[in-house]
């Protein structure tokens, strides 16, 4: 890895997920036709793209039977634990309506409602993520949603991953259909005919996907347009230099443009964080990936004291932080911008993609500055409550017309001078 003054920080963010113009006319072109054309556009993509003919989409139950089949016991009860840590840690971020009283009978507060419909996008490929099926699917329990639906690209036979159907049935999704890509998402955002549309679409996926969601925004919301996986390590003489090697690559894997940095102080530990990455990659099965990711995004600052390596994580905002010093836990006052904060050596960062409770689904390319990880609060909407008493309304008619009127807005005004006036001549 690289080794270099902090003078010398290169901002995490990256702006692939822009895509290129050919990229975006596709996925313009594909959407379109899914919106005009419904299933049979869906399954020509389905056949172009996943190189599989499907005469039905959805997922039937004995699809999920067969899957408990094939999927190990003690796999199914890691799941099922990680599930119920991520339905407990999101309970707790539940918030209820709520209403007040004033001195003069006017009554005001918020009705928090969840939404009707979510679709979950579940990525294929290589690899299997039901991970990412519980991270989208419990805090949309939680908050109350009643339709789940899960979408996920099939396998030249077809199917979808056998773990990824268990972690969907554990997490109590009742709609799977198996599409993929920006025609999938085209789907979930304007239905066809098997699938009726949603008012959410949440989960990751490739370029592709990323500007398809963007696409479709605003005709439904979104989670959040997210970019290649980030870690930044905060670090100092106490930390295990195998240990911080280790987790700078645990993201590293994931994807060539994944960006791992290491922030510290120490020389010493710097230079030997270096050599544990190279010594690790070594036997990696990954490592062609890993090793791409470290040589173009990697990189190990120095700073001249911890002061300024605090200041380096919350200029680079990353989507994960690790502090790993002494008194870790008090320096998490300092810290301002990242998506999650792991403290201490046992709070290595798969805990939380995987089991601790907190949801991965996480800011990337600096947006941590402004958002935070997917939550309850992403699948409920909030309702302003008004109920105005008399007294009130008597009482401020005439300044909520003077304000009208200064906007120019002159049947405003008239709306509220209207009821005072047909009271007092009820008066008379």
């Avoid at 299997?128 to 949309?140: E, I, R, T």
């Avoid at 304007?190 to 990323?210: H, L, M, R, S, W």
């Avoid at 949801?359 to 105005?388: C, E, M, W």
Wanted: charged fraction near 25%; aromatic fraction near 6%; hydrophobic fraction near 40%.
């Amino acid at each position: 890895m690289k080794i270099q003054k902090v003078t010398d920080l290169v901002s995490l963010k990256r702006s692939i997920e822009a895509g290129t113009s050919e990229q975006q006319m596709v996925v313009k072109e594909i959407i379109a036709d899914v919106r005009a054309r419904g299933n049979e556009a869906l399954r020509e993509y389905t056949e172009k793209f996943d190189r599989i003919r499907l005469d039905n989409f959805s997922v039937a139950e004995t699809d999920i039977e067969e899957a408990y089949r094939q999927v190990d016991d003690d796999l199914v009860a890691v799941i099922r634990e990680a599930a119920e840590n991520i339905r407990k840690y999101h309970e707790k971020q539940l918030r209820p309506s709520w209403m007040t009283t004033e001195e003069n009978g006017t009554i005001l507060g918020q009705k928090i409602t969840p939404l009707d419909s979510v679709g979950v996008y579940v990525p294929g490929g290589t690899a299997a993520y039901p991970s990412s099926v519980l991270m989208n699917v419990v805090p949309a329990k939680v908050a109350g949603v009643e339709r789940i639906v899960m979408v996920s690209p099939p396998d030249e036979n077809g199917k979808l991953p056998a773990a990824v159907l268990v972690a969907a049935k554990e997490a109590g999704v009742k709609e799977i259909y198996k599409a993929g890509g920006a025609q999938a998402i085209a789907a979930l955002a304007y239905g066809t005919q098997t699938i009726q549309p949603v008012d959410k679409i949440t989960g990751p996926g490739n370029i592709f996907v990323a500007l398809a969601k963007r696409e479709v925004y605003g005709d439904v919301d979104i989670d959040m347009i997210a970019g290649p996986s980030e870690i930044a390590v905060l670090a100092d003489d106490s930390a295990r230099a195998d240990e911080v090697a280790a987790d700078l690559l645990s993201q590293a894997e994931h994807d060539p443009r994944a960006c791992s940095v290491l922030v510290t102080p120490s020389e010493q530990l710097a230079e030997q964080v270096a050599a544990e990455v190279e010594k690790q990659l070594a036997t990696l099965p990954r490592r062609e990936i890993a090793a791409r990711s470290i040589a173009d995004y990697g990189a190990i600052y120095i700073t001249t004291d911890m002061e300024e390596a605090v200041a380096a994580v919350n200029q680079l905002a990353p989507e994960h932080l690790e502090i790993q010093c002494e008194n870790a836990i008090g320096m998490l006052g300092k810290i301002r911008h990242a998506g999650a904060i792991f403290i201490g050596r046992y709070s290595s960062e798969p805990v939380g993609d995987y089991f601790a409770g907190p949801n991965h689904v996480l800011p990337t390319n600096g947006t941590a500055r402004f958002s935070s990880p997917l939550n309850v609060d992403d699948f409920q909407k909030k309702s302003s409550v008004i109920i105005y008493s008399e007294t009130a309304l008597k009482t401020n008619a005439s300044k909520i017309a003077t304000f009208a009127r200064n906007e120019g807005l002159e049947a405003h005004a008239r709306a509220v001078e209207i009821r005072v006036k047909n009271d007092n001549e009820n008066d008379l």
